[in-house]
């Protein structure tokens, strides 16, 4: 069985329902916003909401797929880097207790997390401490990490660094995997364009867009998109929300209804697309079936709030995918 390596930040979710506005007022927290916060700012909610309920739950692009996988039975592993402190334990053991193999560096500086507050409205505001997770460097990366798997998955996140993205696409390249990019947001792709189109051309063999980055990158709708995006690599993926997604490869482009759902939050819906997406190809499925089983992924995780799902969540679905 092909065996699939993550590569991005390592954040740690913290769930906070139930969150006045007062509360974003005091943090100077636009409501509906996602804010990066500095070292300051985390000492300040860390002490605001230190006796508010919470939950906690590994987070970040590429762990969110990777989790994904792994839940469906495929082996996986993850890079990043975490600060060695309780959240960055918490991170670590959770990969354990998922059975992802750790490629973990570790960091002095406090691990990054993400603060969802989330008002009586169901409306989310995000502050984002990135710490640990943004100091990877080039230098640290070993080519060992990436002998033993198949496939690369990496999130556009990671752009924020050209070197690091590039070296580690280098590294996977070298040992023979299958590079797989999710293009990660619409502002990510418009910051980095010319150099996500040269990582395209030169690394990548898989790519997934959603319609806002799709148009980011290309200036097309997304049919249009799908095949400029297709014709750079193996298959390329455009997610259109509520209307399902696209699917491109050998020049032929199938059409994937979503399911019908309760949809409550869209966190991790991309994330989860793609590992039932990468589920299916390890599996050899057509891409019109890989898309059936990212659909029922991605369809099911935005029933609950956040990127994570329970275990009887995660049994109905392969129950579903006849996995049980």
Request: proline share 2%.
């Amino acid at each position: 069985m092909k065996k699939v390596l993550g590569f991005g930040n390592a954040l740690v979710d913290i769930m906070l329902p139930n969150s006045k506005e007062q509360l974003l007022n005091e943090l100077g927290l636009g409501k509906g916003s996602m804010t990066l916060i500095d070292d300051e700012t985390l000492v300040k909610i860390d002490h605001l909401t230190s006796t508010l309920y919470q939950t906690k739950a590994t987070g970040g692009s590429a762990a969110n797929t990777i989790n994904g996988l792994s839940k469906l039975g495929i082996e996986t592993g993850f890079i990043g880097k975490v600060g060695k402190d309780e959240i960055g334990t918490f991170f670590e053991t959770d990969l354990v207790n998922n059975k992802v193999k750790s490629h973990l560096l570790k960091s002095n500086t406090p691990a990054g997390r993400a603060f969802a507050f989330v008002t009586s409205d169901s409306e989310r505001t995000f502050a984002t401490y990135l710490g640990a997770s943004i100091e990877m460097r080039p230098e640290d990366l070993d080519k060992s990490w990436f002998t033993d798997y198949d496939y690369l998955y990496v999130e556009g996140y990671l752009v924020q660094d050209h070197k690091l993205i590039e070296t580690g696409m280098k590294l996977a390249k070298e040992a023979g995997l299958k590079i797989v990019l999710d293009l990660a947001s619409y502002n990510v792709v418009e910051a980095n364009k010319d150099f996500l189109a040269s990582l395209i051309t030169n690394y990548v063999d898989i790519v997934f867009a959603n319609e806002e980055e799709a148009l980011s990158f290309t200036s097309l709708a997304p049919e249009a998109a799908l095949n400029e995006l297709a014709e750079k690599t193996e298959i390329a993926v455009v997610k259109t929300g509520a209307k399902g997604s696209l699917i491109a490869q050998n020049k032929t482009t199938t059409k994937v209804d979503p399911i019908k759902v309760n949809p409550i939050d869209t966190t991790g819906a991309g994330d989860l697309y793609a590992a039932g997406f990468l589920f299916g190809l390890i599996h050899g499925y057509k891409p019109a079936d890989c898309g059936k089983v990212a659909s029922v992924l991605s369809g099911n995780v935005i029933e609950v709030l956040g990127a994570k799902m329970d275990e009887k969540r995660w049994e109905a679905i392969k129950e579903t995918l006849s996995l049980s």
